[in-house]
Structures are given as C-alpha cells and as structure tokens.
C-alpha cells in the first residue's frame, strides 16, 4: 500500500472512532438532552415500524452527505472521513438496528464476545425508560457489563 493508502486508511479508522464518541456524546447529550422528544420513542415499550426516533438517522446521513459534496474536488482526506462517517453509519446499523432491536429479522443469535456484550450493554441502557438514569451511551463500545449493572444499581439507590 501506497503512503498515500496509509493515509486514507488511517483518517478512515479515526473517523469511525471518532464517530464512536462524538456518537456516544450525542446520545447521552442530545438524544438524552434536549433532543428527548424524538429519541422517547425508541425507549417506548411498545416500538413498532417507525420511530420518531429514526429522524436522526437521517440528520447524520445529511452530515456524511455533506461531507462527501465537501470533498468533491478537494482534499482527499475529507473524502476518507466521509467514508469513515458512512462506515460508522452501517455499522450501527447492522449492529444496533438489527442484532440488537432486531428490526430486520435475521435468523442469528449471538451470545458472549464483543457483540454480546454490546448487546446485553445497549439492553441494560434500555432497562431505564425515561431521560435520565441511562448507562452505556456508545455503540461500538460498551463498558463492562459489571460496571454497568452496578451504576444503575447506584442510580436506582438515587431514586432515579
């Protein structure tokens, strides 16, 4: 590979590690902040089709869109993040769409390693229905599934 491969394939992983967090930020921040009218829909028991919730995915795919038109005719680098965005993107939704909330049926169940723990992380962050009181906010990262049984135990203790 080529240094300039390098390059592009380095600004490629940062990007969708920096999704990772700006991802988690958002969540915890907005989604569980102001942006709480849209994001209730997906902590509602009763989750069917469509959520309210689903605007956001149209609000990051307009900013990987963006940054696609930004780079046409510009520095590559831009590009690569682009696609470092879009990557993110997919993977979210392979692994939060459809092997967590399973909103495209798949014929898999997983158990144990990285993506069990994901899953049984995003689960526990559902436990709680309301703004405020959530634990694990990112979705490529979930902390230990220890570590967040015992956070919302302390939060329940809270009274929240």
């Known amino acids: 590979m080529s240094g300039a491969g390098l390059m592009h394939a380095g600004v490629?992983?940062?990007?969708?590690?920096a999704m990772e967090a700006l991802a988690g930020l958002v969540h915890r921040y907005v989604m569980h902040g102001f942006g709480w009218a849209w994001h209730r829909s997906h902590h509602a028991a009763d989750r069917h089709g469509l959520?309210?919730?689903d605007a956001y995915a149209l609000v990051f795919?307009?900013?990987?869109?963006?940054l696609f038109v930004m780079a046409s005719g510009r520095a590559a680098w831009i590009y690569w993040v682009a696609v470092?965005?879009?990557?993110?993107?997919v993977l979210y939704g392979l692994l939060h769409e459809i092997l967590v909330h399973?909103?495209?049926?798949?014929?898999?169940?997983?158990?144990g390693g990285y993506v069990g723990r994901?899953?049984?992380?995003?689960?526990l962050h559902h436990t709680v229905r309301e703004r405020d009181g959530g634990?694990?906010?990112?979705?490529?990262?979930?902390?230990?599934?220890?570590?967040?049984?015992?956070r919302l135990r302390a939060g329940t203790r809270a009274g929240r």
Do not use: D, K, Q
């Not at 795919?61 to 963006?66: D, E, G, I, T, V």
């Open 102 to 111: 399973r909103r495209v049926a798949v014929p898999m169940r997983v158990r």
């Open 61 to 66: 795919a307009a900013a990987a869109l963006a």
């Open 51 to 53: 959520e309210l919730n």
């Open 12 to 17: 490629l992983v940062l990007s969708v590690l």
């Open 135 to 150: 634990v694990s906010f990112g979705f490529l990262y979930a902390p230990p599934l220890r570590t967040l049984r015992a």
């Open 84 to 89: 470092g965005v879009t990557v993110y993107g």
């Open 118 to 123: 994901l899953i049984a992380a995003h689960h």
